[in-house]
């Protein structure tokens, strides 16, 4: 089945560091990809996403490009804020399309906290 | 404001006595879904609705059950709670692309958090 796996957390920076976060997955067909993000006591919400091999998708100064050659979707920032600090979910989405009801596969989350 | 909204928020409740958290969306959509929360796995899926009626087990279904009679509600139902059930549960809903499956961007609500004894 579907699988995505994150890099183990949880990641400590400084304001201004570049953030990367590792996602792998594991598909049988062309997924899409996605980022979500959870503030502290808030529900996950989109960041954004990516549908097709090579696609870059972009959101608030955060970016990921989809490589299917390495089944990767690293997530990854040039400066990171403290308002950056909330858990971050990469998550795969079988082809929504035709018969299949594109259900979301999620990782188990990296926590990232920016310190000033 | 475009929202899911559920309740309770927090939740400590004894083994055995059934409990509903509540689930609604003013977005009119089609697909709805539970999911929990447990440190290092992440967010898994419980139960799923295509539409009002149709509903279909996640990958966690094991002592809870769903119904889906009106579009925007989609309450979890937990008929004889377990401590193993002690979770933080999510309720998310997403337009469908056509027919077919949900887009992809899925709206959580804030959360609910449950406590088993």
């Known amino acids: 089945g579907n699988s995505v796996t994150q890099m183990e957390g949880p990641v400590t920076l400084s304001e201004e560091a570049f953030l990367t976060i590792n996602c792998t997955y594991t598909?049988?067909?062309?997924?899409?990809l996605f980022w979500y993000v959870q503030y502290p006591g808030e529900g996950l919400q989109l960041l954004l996403k990516a549908t097709k091999a090579d696609d870059k998708g972009s959101n608030k100064g955060f970016e990921a490009t989809y490589r299917k050659e390495t089944t990767s979707f690293h997530l990854e920032k040039g400066s990171v804020q403290v308002s950056d600090s909330a858990v971050y979910f990469c998550?795969?989405?079988?082809?929504?399309?035709?018969?299949?009801?594109?259900?979301?596969?999620f990782g188990q989350g990296t926590i990232l906290t920016v310190h000033p | 404001e475009a929202q899911v909204t559920q309740n309770p928020r927090y939740l400590i409740t004894v083994t055995g006595k059934k409990l509903t958290v509540t689930c609604s969306q003013n977005m009119n959509h089609e697909y709805m879904s539970w999911y929990r929360q447990d440190p290092g796995l992440g967010l898994r899926q419980i139960y799923y609705s295509m539409n009002v009626e149709v509903t279909d087990k996640g990958d966690v279904p094991e002592g809870y059950k769903v119904s889906r009679k009106e579009k925007r509600n989609f309450p979890l139902i937990l008929e004889s709670p377990s401590p193993n059930q002690t979770s933080l549960y999510f309720c998310?809903?997403?337009?469908?692309?056509?027919?077919?499956?949900?887009?992809?961007?899925?709206?959580f609500g804030e959360g609910s958090r449950l406590t088993v004894l």
């Open positions: 598909a049988t067909g062309y997924p899409s």
């Open positions: 998310a809903s997403s337009s469908r692309v056509g027919d077919g499956g949900p887009t992809g961007e899925l709206f």
């Open positions: 998550a795969l989405s079988e082809d929504a399309g035709g018969t299949s009801y594109g259900k979301l596969t």
